[in-house]
């Protein structure tokens, strides 16, 4: 399997444009994360997805941002519009449940993106 | 608020020597914990886990230590190898009541040869 597939890796945008952040999961996995990276908060988890379905968005920082599922093997984080503050290293991850036994999430390499 | 803490931004260590990264948490649900190993431009990889139910997990050069009642784990790298050298997460979850990881701020080893 190729893993977690993230595009584009770097993106540098202007303030005020829209930004899509796209993401394939692993194959057979049914869940589905996106994290931002920061120096100052680490890795924050912005919202998960289950069957392609979202179960927490409360890390979501505001309404400029927005995730879809359309199918398993596809996911977008957009921001619209874009702010310099939003600068930051997002990441995908995946992961497959079994019932209530411990899991691993696999991540992408994740999309560099820098708002000017 | 952070759940889980990395309060050691860097840490540096001579090849061959133990390396100690460490991890404070607050919130005392948590039942597993994770150590994930970052290089630059990659995504975190899982690097070793342990549950609650024990104090210790060791994979060949990497040990978990969990002590509960301190709400701290540590990861021990020994020996040190300058292809450790990388950031650390630490990660926590309350496996019952959802599928969401805390990851601490990561601490950045360096390994000198």
């Known amino acids: 399997d190729a893993g977690v597939i993230q595009s584009p890796r770097h993106e540098v945008t202007e303030m005020g444009q829209e930004v899509t952040l796209r993401c394939k999961p692993i194959?057979?996995?049914?869940?589905l994360f996106w994290y931002r990276q920061t120096m100052m908060r680490g890795l924050e988890l912005l919202i998960y997805?289950?069957?392609?379905?979202?179960?927490?968005d409360s890390g979501m920082p505001e309404d400029r941002f927005s995730a879809k599922m359309p199918n398993a093997s596809f996911s977008t984080l957009k921001i619209q519009p874009s702010e310099p503050r939003d600068s930051a290293v997002y990441f995908c991850?995946?992961?497959?449940?079994?019932?209530?036994?411990?899991?691993?999430?696999?991540f992408g390499p994740g999309t560099r993106l820098t708002v000017l | 608020d952070q759940q889980v803490k990395q309060n050691s931004p860097s840490l540096s260590v001579q090849e061959g020597r133990i390396s100690i990264l460490n991890c404070d948490y607050t919130?005392?649900?948590?039942?597993?914990f994770l150590w994930y190993k970052k290089y630059p431009a990659e995504g975190p990889t899982f690097l070793i886990s342990?549950?609650?139910?024990?104090d210790k997990n060791e994979d060949g050069r990497f040990t978990v230590f969990l002590n509960k009642s301190a709400k701290h784990l540590s990861l021990h790298i020994v020996p040190s190898q300058p292809g450790d050298s990388a950031v650390y997460f630490c990660?926590?979850?309350?496996?019952?009541?959802?599928?969401?990881?805390?990851f601490g701020t990561g601490t950045s080893l360096t390994v000198i040869p």
């Open positions: 997805f289950n069957n392609n379905v979202p179960i927490d």
């Open positions: 342990i549950s609650s139910i024990k």
């Open positions: 991850a995946s992961s497959y449940r079994q019932g209530f036994s411990a899991d691993t999430q696999y």
């Open positions: 919130n005392s649900m948590f039942d597993y």
């Open positions: 194959s057979g996995h049914d869940y």
């Open positions: 990660a926590a979850r309350e496996r019952h009541t959802g599928n969401q990881f805390y």
